[in-house]
């Protein structure tokens, strides 16, 4: 049963510190997602990569997270300094895209979620 | 702009009842995916279907069965004869068929007691 997984589940860690957050995706994917998890604000997509290259990072704020994909089966996200409203459940998803007959890629049809972070900055 | 509305914040059932939640959508686009996915107390996220917005069947899977009308832009999922494990949250979430941004609803909170 191919699952995406995280590491840590669990983190706590005090303002200003860096916190690095792991993702496996599930073998064969080539899609990959980061979320973030508030009561306030839901569900949010940070960015996410095809083929490790980044596509979209716009959700994400610039200047104290990055997000990377040294290998196909590693993302990171990575928060420097962290601070107290970083605190959240960070999720990573994978997917698969395949290209098209006409050179366009195909979309990424389910994102599979792993099981999150939870990151507590105090 | 996308955006999806889940009304019921909460739904509290006794086991064996039936549970009905609610998802209501906007869109400008004509072709999109419309999702479920659970996340039980554990924490993770776990994808029950998907549906595209050509096809308006409705889909039963053991217990959960989806009904998907157009017409009112709603993609309402069923939960018959409820058992404790089914106690979660729901998520309703859109995303247009070139794009992988899922807009997700705000999630309804079912409790199945005992």
């Known amino acids: 049963d191919a699952r995406v997984t995280q590491t840590p589940r669990h983190k706590v860690t005090e303002m200003g510190q860096e916190v690095t957050m792991r993702c496996q995706p599930i073998l064969g994917h080539n899609t990959v997602f980061w979320y973030r998890q508030t009561m306030m604000q839901g569900l949010e997509l940070l960015a996410y990569f095809r083929n490790r290259a980044p596509l979209d990072d716009s959700g994400m704020p610039k200047d104290r997270f990055s997000a990377e994909m040294p290998d196909a089966t590693l993302a990171t996200l990575k928060i420097q300094p962290s601070e107290p409203r970083d605190s959240a459940v960070y999720f990573c998803?994978?997917?698969?895209?395949?290209?098209?007959?006409?050179?366009?890629?195909?979309?990424?049809?389910?994102?599979?979620f792993g099981p999150g972070t939870r990151l507590t900055v105090l | 702009a996308q955006k999806v509305t889940q009304a019921q914040t909460e739904i509290s059932v006794v086991e064996k009842e039936d549970v009905t939640l609610d998802c209501v959508y906007e869109t400008r686009d004509t072709t999109y995916y419309l999702f479920w996915y659970k996340q039980p107390p554990s924490g993770e996220l776990v994808f029950l279907i998907r549906?595209?917005?050509?096809?308006?069947q409705n889909e039963i899977s053991g217990r959960y069965s989806w009904n998907f009308q157009k017409s009112t832009s709603s993609f309402n999922f069923t939960i018959t004869a409820s058992q404790v494990v089914d106690s979660a949250v729901y998520f309703c979430?859109?995303?247009?068929?070139?794009?992988?941004?899922?807009?997700f609803g705000a999630g309804t909170t079912v409790t199945v007691r005992a």
């Open positions: 979430a859109l995303s247009p068929l070139d794009d992988y941004k899922l807009s």
């Open positions: 549906r595209n917005s050509f096809d308006e």
């Open positions: 998803a994978s997917g698969l895209t395949t290209g098209t007959s006409g050179g366009f890629w195909a979309r990424a049809d389910t994102q599979y």
